[in-house]
């Protein structure tokens, strides 16, 4: 299991601005039975935990003073919307004896013929799954071969993907998750040269004169 140290942490809410400034990041851990402990995890080490673990991987994380890790799922990230850097991390601290849901990422390997060879686009109608399964059996990710996608009519629905037996996946069978589009037809518009008939444009003319004509009014016998 992945292991993650972190400290308890005393500052809450304003003052956690001043662990930020030291490369830390303010977090919660909480879960069914747990109290909840704020701690701070190392900035540079968060990220190299996140890029292996995600978010549907088990992290063992090591509190400094405590005797045991707690199993924990990286169940929330805050980032900064200017910096774009994080600013604070909910851990859930999961029971290995029950079933939890977590969004796993698809991975898409291999080539397709109907992409290669025939110029079409891939499709991707899922980036991630959400699946249920006991924490310690939640996939790091799901690799989805595009292999057998050889002609615009073959698709892999979710019915088709290779799991292990204790992990459910909670979409449809029936659900598309990637597919080939055939290329988009772009057709020229050739500049074609109107010809009008030589009467029509005699009727208009007329038309024309004759809604331009004002009737004079009559003069009045005496």
Known sequence: MIKLNAKIRKEIGRKTDAIKKAGKIPAVVYGPGVKNVSVEIDYREFQKIFKEAGESSLVSLRVQGEKEERPVLIHEIQKDPVLDKIIHIDFFQA???????????????????????????????FSELEVKALPQNLPHEIKISIDGLKTFEDHILVKDLILPKEVKIIAKPDEIVVSVSRPAKVEEELAVPVEEKVEDVEKIEKEKKTEEVVEEPKEEKK
């Open 95 to 125: 029971s290995l004896k029950e079933e939890v849901e977590a969004n796993v990422p698809l991975v898409f390997e291999g080539v397709s013929l109907a992409v290669k060879e025939l110029g079409g686009t891939l499709v991707k109608h």
